[in-house]
Nanobody, 115 residues
Framework: QVQLVESGGGLVQAGGSLRLSCVGS????????IGWYRQAPGKQREFVAQ???????NYADSVKGRFTVSRDNTKNTAYLQMISLKPEDTAVYYC?????????WGQGTQVTVSS
């Protein structure tokens, strides 16, 4: 059974940093796409960043230069390092993966950036 568990969210002031973690089980992050979406109150879920199965990395324009996605295959964990946070980054952040074309989601972790 594939499961993803996020952690690391919290309350931070604008300009601050957070690192989100996503621990996978029932699958290997090293050979599957892993990424992050976020959803702010009253808004649709939006793409943030992704590492493809071949190691290719993509970012949303809104986070380029501020967010870094990575993975530690030995820990089967993906990370989203966020710096220079802005109030508009406030959202629930979800990690996801694809296993045999089926998409799986974590439960989400709240990030709140105060101005």
């Amino acid at each position: 059974q594939v499961q993803l568990v996020e952690s690391g969210g919290g309350l931070v002031q604008a300009g601050g940093s957070l690192r989100l973690s996503c621990v996978g089980s029932g699958m290997s992050l090293s050979i599957n796409t892993i990424g992050w979406y976020r959803q702010a109150p009253g808004k649709q879920r939006e793409f943030v960043a992704q590492i493809g199965s071949a190691g290719n990395i993509n970012y949303a324009d809104s986070v380029k230069g501020r967010f870094t996605v990575s993975r530690d295959n030995t820990k089967n964990t993906a990370y989203l390092q966020m710096i220079s946070l802005k109030p508009e980054d406030t959202a629930v952040y979800y990690c996801y993966t694809y296993v045999r074309s089926v998409q799986y989601w974590g439960q989400g972790t709240q990030v709140t950036v105060s101005s």
